[in-house]
């Protein structure tokens, strides 16, 4: 069966993900906040309401960084 | 979702403005708050030469970049603090920014030129690594200020980083702290002046600033701030955040309006007993500095290799 591929970070890994879904109930599933994450495709930006397909690629890359100073 | 501004295809949304942009509206709105930053808090004008402390990461690339556009005159201070390969990486990215744009990056190793690395350091003087490291990277980017004539060092802390701290200030009423805690740190007795160009932005925001722009930034995250009190303080403002969008822009400019006032006098009273370095010569209320005395202990220390349990 196909399904999309999904880069996560920190640590990096690659997990397969049936589609059609939106990039909302994609990170739903993956039980990631939205003000946490981008999800890029290709070299630009998905919003939020975007239907991610069986073949495509997205990195979900998350936003927070932090040492303390 | 179309763009608030053009109606065009959106490509992020904003969810404290309840907006959404396209690539083009975004990077307007990005550049025109980094602006209303600059001339609100007052920080810095075309005629002075800026110092960006750039680490490789989001944040200071893309202030950075945006001074630039703006009309800024902005150089690069990228100091290297021996974290094994995250600072190699972090390193090559800032110079690769530096290099595709035909700019100027002061760098620094603080192992070659001062005899020690963050985990190291921070071992031997006890002190959390982002402790040893926020105390080295400031004496650094002071000291490169004063030899280099720059009238202020420009940092990327955006409004999640200042929510965070003035969380955690609050937690534990530091009102020293408070009082300090502000966009702009005027220069004052061998300080330079410290700005903070990107209060107006979160970090998701800039994020996708440096995405729709090309920016090749390091997303890994240091392998000494993992577990951090200042990440569980961001997501504890993130959760709040999700329901309810604008908390963090409130609590931190409702703070800066009507409350930092009243925190100012603890820290000037903090200020008044400043003399100079033995060592270095750098402003400090004791006879020796922090940076210098972190030097010592960490000097003839058991080189700390990460990924290593110490053997104590």
């Not at chain 1, 196909?2 to 996560?8: D, I, P, Q, S």
């Not at chain 2, 100027?104 to 001062?114: G, R, T, Y």
Request: net charge negative.
């Amino acid at each position: 069966m196909e399904a999309m591929k999904v880069l996560l970070r920190n640590p990096r890994r690659e997990v397969d993900v049936p589609g059609p879904l939106s990039v909302h109930t994609l990170l739903n599933r993956l039980e990631l906040q939205r003000e946490t994450v981008l999800v890029i495709r290709g070299d630009t930006l998905v919003p939020g309401d975007a239907t991610l397909a069986d073949d495509d690629v997205v990195e979900i890359r998350p936003v927070i960084s932090g040492g303390a100073t | 979702v179309k763009c608030t501004v053009c109606r065009g295809p959106a490509v992020i949304d904003v969810r404290r403005h309840n907006a959404n942009f396209c690539g083009a509206h975004f990077l307007r709105l990005c550049r025109d708050q980094v602006a209303k930053a600059i001339r609100d808090h007052e920080m810095l004008t075309p005629d002075e030469r800026a110092l960006v402390a750039v680490s490789g990461g989001k944040d200071s690339l893309a202030v950075w970049d945006i001074l630039v556009e703006l009309g800024y005159q902005a150089d690069g201070l990228y100091v290297g603090l021996g974290i094994g390969e995250y600072s190699d990486a972090s390193g090559e990215a800032a110079r690769a920014f530096a290099s595709q744009r035909g700019l100027h990056l002061v760098e620094i190793d603080l192992p070659a030129e001062h005899g020690f690395d963050i985990p190291t350091g921070s071992r031997a003087a006890r002190r959390a690594p982002c402790s040893a490291c926020g105390l080295s990277k400031r004496h650094l980017f002071d000291d490169a200020a004063r030899r280099g004539g720059y009238d202020v060092v420009v940092t990327g802390h955006n409004l999640d980083d200042e929510a965070a701290v003035l969380f955690g200030n609050v937690l534990r009423w530091q009102t020293e702290y408070l009082g300090r805690q502000h966009p702009v740190l005027p220069a004052r007795d061998g300080f330079p002046r410290k700005v903070k160009p990107l209060v107006r932005l979160g970090e998701r925001e800039m994020a996708a600033y440096c995405v729709l722009r090309g920016i090749d930034y390091i997303v890994e995250e240091c392998p000494m701030a993992a577990g951090n009190r200042h990440l569980g303080y961001k997501e504890a403002l993130n959760a709040v955040e999700a329901t309810s969008p604008g908390t963090k822009h409130d609590f931190y400019f409702g703070f800066l309006s009507r409350a930092a006032d009243r925190f100012a006098g603890e820290a000037a009273a903090e200020r008044e007993h400043l003399g100079a370095c033995d060592r270095c010569g750098a402003p400090t209320p004791n006879d020796v500095c922090a940076f210098c005395r972190l030097a010592e202990r960490a000097a003839g220390a058991q080189p700390v290799v990460l990924g290593e349990k110490p053997s104590s």
